[in-house]
Nanobody
């Protein structure tokens, strides 16, 4: 059974930083992809970042380019999301996802079979 456990969420001031972690079990990270999605109140789930560890490829949503970075540790089966320069509009529940998406589905929630429980990120002064 695949399990994804997120951690690192919390309350930060605008301009602050957070680092989210997602630890995977029952999933071969090096053979698939892992991603971060987020969902704000009243909004649809949106893509944030993805990584294919076997190819060292990463993708970022336009809204977070230059501020966020995704990375992975294959030995720990863990993916990270470093978030800098946080804005109020980044407030959302952040979900970790894992699967074997084709390239055209890499930025879509339909491309991932496994999901974590989510961790709350709140940016407010």
């Amino acid at each position: 059974q695949v399990q994804l456990v997120e951690s690192g969420g919390g309350l930060v001031q605008p301009g602050g930083s957070l680092r989210l972690s997602c630890a995977a079990s029952g999933f071969t990270f090096r053979n698939g992809a892992m991603a971060w999605f987020r969902q704000a109140p009243g909004k649809e789930r949106e893509f944030v970042a993805a990584i294919r560890q076997s190819h060292s490829n990463t993708w970022l949503a336009d809204a977070v380019k230059g501020r966020f970075a995704i990375s992975g540790d294959n030995a720990k089966q863990t993916v990270y999301l470093q978030m800098n320069g946080l804005k109020a509009e980044d407030t959302a529940v952040y979900f970790c996802a894992a699967g074997y998406p084709i390239l055209s589905s890499l930025r879509s929630h339909t491309g991932y079979r496994h999901w974590g429980q989510g961790t709350q990120v709140t940016v407010s002064s």
